[in-house]
């Protein structure tokens, strides 16, 4: 991604909001083809009625860094 | 913050699991976001951008590895803060291809198994459907029987000549924090 993280060391990249929403975009439009925008839409209206599948539970695994507590 | 048990407990699960997938990944890195504090929603760690990464050395494998986990308090003088894992997901597939196996544990998605389980998919070459759509029961299963797994059935060099210490110091650290 050739961005700068908001604390680094060599093996750990602290990430700050807008970092962490690149990530998961990034990982949205990879496993599933859509943006970060829309994969949150059809999360929270319930369109994944069998979330247990491989590209969709990629994105799911990574909705943490989409939302702040 | 560095010093501060609660840094101290999130910085040494970060690092322990970060030694691990450096053992089959060259110049490893977790991407994490939150701080060192107790919260409501699970914290994330995922390795690499959470895309699948490259195994390489011609093996045509990649992994994808995504952990939550929770700082919580824990009854001890000496070791205050702990770190518990609440959810894990880690992958293998083929580089262009498909999924191969999955270990999974993701107990609070909703609609989804609440057990820790393992999905053989097409890449895995299991000719009957059922194996594409089942949760295979299993333990729960470490970062560190993962890589183990694919360093030794899987034929995916290991990037540390002391790979087996360094497994076993991840592993040891994770024992002494494990609640389950």
Known sequence: MGRTVAREDRHIRELDDAQSWELFDNAAQHYLG??????????????????????VMNVVMLLPFARSE | ??????????????????????????????DVKGGYYPSRTPLPLTLKDGLPVGLGSGTDLSIAVSYHYRLIEAPSATR??????????????????????????HPNVPNSVSFPHLHMSHGAGLGREEFHR???????????????????????????????????????????????
């Open chain 2, 80 to 105: 205050p803060w702990r770190v518990t894992t609440v959810a894990y997901h880690y992958t293998l597939q083929e580089t262009e291809g498909p999924e191969i196996l999955s270990y999974q544990w």
């Open chain 1, 34 to 55: 859509i943006s970060g925008e829309e994969f949150l839409s059809r999360w929270d209206s319930g369109y994944y009625e069998d979330p247990d599948q491989p590209a």
């Open chain 2, 134 to 180: 089942a949760h295979l029961p299993t333990g729960r299963v470490t970062l560190e029987a993962f890589v183990r797994l694919l360093i030794t059935d899987f034929g995916v060099p290991p990037k540390k000549e002391d790979w087996e210490e360094e497994l076993a110091k991840s592993l040891a650290e994770f024992e002494e924090d494990r609640s389950w």
């Open chain 2, 1 to 30: 913050m560095a010093g501060k048990p609660e840094y101290e407990a999130v910085q040494r699960f970060r690092k322990s699991l970060q030694r691990t997938l450096s053992c089959i990944v060259r110049g490893a890195y977790v």
